[in-house]
């Protein structure tokens, strides 16, 4: 039952933070919101580790995974999604990321011998297709120019940083290091090294004072940062990479169930087929029975 909250916990607030990422694109630059985002992240996570004692003292080595952990997941795989939504749709994006659960089946079998078994390569495949069903208007009206191609790349390989940032933190939990302490580390060196490359590229640090852009800043830093990724890192964890980034497949349904809401997104046979197929690959993924390890 912890494992469904942890799950559906998840899936709600990444799913409902797409919105926020959308007041974001303002005239501050991507590179700095992503730096506010999860400097303020961190600090939370550091004060509420402080304040409850926990221990925040850790050997050298496990600090070098600390920033292998806030390079991969907390900055390289946000700066090339957001340079990537610059030239190509949010849906396409969407169908890209979803590929993330293959990387986390080669990379976990790879990195931390998980197994690779026939209902997750399935339940895999048919929440990729799903998704691909979902945004099938994205997919069809895309062109391989070099733009196009470019942005392409660049999704990919943001998903595949997302991946070892995700067996990364896998990793760091069986060295029995917490999840809230790994958390607050990682994103404390991702910050710090977003803050290095907006130095290099001379990125212009402006901030928006609007309601709209501080509410959704802190809504991503402390909801969708602080706390979705403390519950999905803890999954990863619990139930593996592979079964748990199935999560990432369902925040984007969940995002359009809002903009059905709000602002009156018209739904075609085909979405409705894709979003039918998606739920399904997710019960098969979280009904296989196999273990993490072999």
Not at 168 to 181: H, K
Not at 226 to 248: D, H
Not at 256 to 278: D, I, K, N, P
Request: with cysteine; charged share 10%.
């Amino acid at each position: 039952m912890k494992n469904l909250l942890l799950y559906a916990a998840t899936i709600v607030l990444w799913g409902t933070s797409w919105y926020a990422i959308r007041l974001q694109l303002t005239t501050v630059a991507p590179e700095a919101s992503i730096f506010y985002r999860f400097a303020i992240a961190a600090a939370a996570l550091f004060a509420y580790c402080l304040l409850r004692n926990k221990p925040m003292r850790f050997s050298l080595g496990v600090h070098a995974r600390f920033v292998l952990l806030g390079l991969f997941l907390f900055n390289l795989n946000f700066l090339l999604i957001y340079l990537a939504t610059q030239s190509i749709a949010t849906g396409l994006i969407s169908v890209v990321f979803s590929i993330v659960q293959i990387f986390n089946m080669l990379n976990g079998a790879v990195f931390l011998r998980e197994r690779i078994t026939l209902g997750m390569v399935t339940g895999a495949l048919m929440g990729i297709g799903g998704i691909a069903l979902v945004f099938m208007p994205e997919l069809t009206s895309f062109a391989i120019d070099d733009v196009g191609f470019a942005a392409l790349l660049l999704a990919l390989a943001g998903t595949l940083s997302a991946s070892f940032g995700m067996i990364g933190s896998a990793a760091i939990q069986r060295q029995s290091v917490p999840v809230l302490q790994s958390n607050a580390w990682g994103m404390l060196y991702g910050s710090i090294l977003m803050l290095i490359y907006i130095g290099l590229r001379g990125i212009p640090l402006d901030f928006d004072s609007s309601i709209s852009y501080v509410g959704s800043l802190l809504y991503l830093a402390i909801f969708a940062s602080v706390i979705a990724f403390g519950c999905f890192l803890t999954l990863v964890g619990r139930i593996g990479a592979a079964k748990a980034s199935y999560a990432t497949v369902l925040f984007p349904i969940i995002a359009l169930a809002l903009s059905t809401w709000g602002e009156g997104y018209q739904w075609s046979t085909l979405a409705a087929a894709g979003v039918v197929l998606t739920l399904a690959g997710n019960a098969v993924i979280l009904l296989d029975k196999s273990k993490i390890r072999s």
